[in-house]
């Protein structure tokens, strides 16, 4: 028997699972998303991505600021949803909203549970070089992704993996993983694992001060956080006081020369090679102010005397 669901979320990765919601078997009776929110150069205030699919589908949204109002959580207990489905939603839901549906809350998280708990399992997972992520969908209570696992799904990260890909990989998955374990909802055949503490870390929101990119650290390490931050916030550096974000890089392992972290090593075609704390990084596409992205063999064929090697960037400690 089709369910009656009211759905909490609002970036595009919420989206697209209320998407395959609209077009399940399921009725969506709401959708719950955070306030309208200022963006952009005129900072006029933006309907979240959730907003947009509710209203293209004439679903009624509601966006509290929170729920500590007790008319918000009547108007939540008034809808009479058989459950909840929250994605990516911003905000921590009370004991009085998740008991409030006759299922409770089930939530759609982007990372293996107990793996990486937070804001932003996606991105971490490639930063600390994980071999393979997931979709956990779990029964929700008070803490922070700390409820019992209804259903899981495995995704083996790929080599050149970026926050971007994987967020689409994984928007994907979930969107399926939502379906089958609705239905096993509807059959009465969830069975609930209980989290193991022990093996949680957790997912620290992006944060724009991280991107600055420390050449003292090794080659592997920002190799993976270029990937991980792109395409938010992007990776950076500076040379000269020039803001430079790096989109693409490689790790090169065959580096032997002792020069200090942050000189260029080589300028070609191929890309400019860095000295890190540990071997060596070549980047090969990346944007310099007021530019749009670029490979380096492109700046190189308009400005070839753009970058010199012996060239160093500057410290990461300029930035922070």
């Known amino acids: 028997m089709p369910l009656t669901i009211v759905f909490a979320g609002t970036p595009e990765f919420a989206a697209v699972h209320l998407r395959a919601l609209v077009h399940s078997e399921h009725k969506v009776i709401a959708a719950y998303t955070q306030p309208d929110r200022p963006a952009g150069r005129g900072k006029k205030l933006q309907a979240s991505d959730v907003k947009k699919v509710a209203l293209e589908h004439d679903i009624p949204v509601y966006q509290p600021l929170n729920f500590r109002d007790d008319a918000d959580v009547q108007a939540l207990a008034a809808l009479n949803a058989d459950v909840m489905v929250v994605v990516a939603y911003g905000l921590l839901l009370p004991q009085s909203v998740l008991d409030t549906p006759k299922h409770g809350c089930l939530n759609v998280h982007g990372s293996l549970l107990p793996r990486w708990r937070g804001a932003a399992p996606i991105q971490r997972c490639i930063e600390a070089g994980d071999r393979e992520t997931g979709i956990t969908i779990m029964q929700m209570n008070a803490g922070l992704d700390t409820g019992d696992m209804l259903y899981k799904t495995h995704l083996p990260l790929n080599a050149d993996e970026t926050g971007g890909s994987l967020h689409d990989r994984l928007a994907a998955q979930g969107a399926d993983a939502l379906m089958a374990t609705l239905s096993l909802?509807?059959?009465?055949?969830?069975?609930?694992?209980?989290?193991?503490?022990?093996?949680?870390?957790?997912?620290?929101?992006l944060l724009k001060h991280e991107s600055w990119l420390d050449w003292t650290l090794p080659a592997k390490t920002l190799e993976r956080r270029i990937r991980a931050f792109n395409p938010f916030p992007v990776a950076a550096a500076s040379m000269k006081g020039d803001r430079i974000r790096v989109l693409e890089a490689q790790q090169l392992t065959d580096t032997s020369r002792d020069m200090a972290p942050g000189t260029l090593l080589a300028v070609t075609p191929d890309g400019l090679d860095v000295a890190c704390g540990e071997q060596a990084l070549r980047l090969n596409r990346i944007q310099l102010p007021g530019k749009k992205a670029m490979t380096v063999r492109d700046i190189l064929n308009g400005q070839p005397d753009r970058f010199v090697t012996g060239q160093q960037f500057d410290p990461v400690e300029a930035h922070s």
Do not use: I, T
């Open 185 to 205: 909802l509807e059959q009465g055949k969830l069975e609930p694992e209980v989290q193991d503490d022990s093996l949680a870390n957790y997912a620290h929101k």
